[in-house]
């Protein structure tokens, strides 16, 4: 056996590992701000999928009861026991109402703002027919979902009491 005979080392040097951290730094770097965009995309599809199932079963209850209900905005996130007054305000969520009762609440993620319209007027709430679940509205219901800087969802019904969404190519602000 020779005295300059190496034995096999196993592990990492500190050179390998400062470029792999360094490596790893610049990728982190590059992804968080994409992956940031992809979550506030994610949260604003999945108010306004939450925003159509919520108008799906306020029309599927018109029908079901043979009795107009109402879609609102609560003027309480979680002990809502009415409609707010206020058009503007959809921020702590809507009802689904029946007369004074209330057949179910929605509560609105922190940073998403909803504003209903009808021929470009806010509107307080918006009812579906007993028979065939056909919104009263005077026009297109159109709701606006947004998040800051993302492109907004939309979501309308029509007289029929069809209810379609739609991502528009205008950017929240």
Not at 28 to 38: E, G, R
Not at 43 to 59: E, H, I, N, P, Y
Not at 148 to 155: I, L, M, P, Y
Not at 159 to 166: A, C
């Amino acid at each position: 056996m020779s005295i300059y005979s190496r034995k096999k080392m196993h592990g990492m040097t500190l050179i390998e590992m400062m470029i792999t951290i360094s490596i790893l730094g610049i990728l982190s770097a590059i992804a968080i701000p994409n992956m940031m965009d992809w979550v506030r995309d994610a949260r604003l599809a999945s108010q306004s999928d939450l925003l159509v199932t919520g108008l799906s079963s306020a029309r599927l209850e018109a029908v079901k009861r043979r009795s107009d209900v109402v879609f609102c905005p609560a003027n309480d996130a979680n002990t809502a026991t009415a409609c707010s007054g206020t058009a503007a305000d959809w921020s702590k969520g809507w009802l689904i109402m029946t007369g004074t009762e209330i057949i179910q609440r929605f509560v609105v993620q922190k940073g998403i703002t909803i504003s209903p319209t009808v021929a470009g007027a806010a509107i307080t709430s918006t009812t579906f027919n007993a028979t065939l679940g056909s919104s009263q509205a005077a026009g297109l219901v159109n709701f606006s979902a947004c998040i800051t800087g993302r492109k907004g969802h939309s979501v309308a019904i029509y007289q029929s009491g069809h209810i379609s969404k739609s991502i528009t190519s205008t950017t929240c602000s």
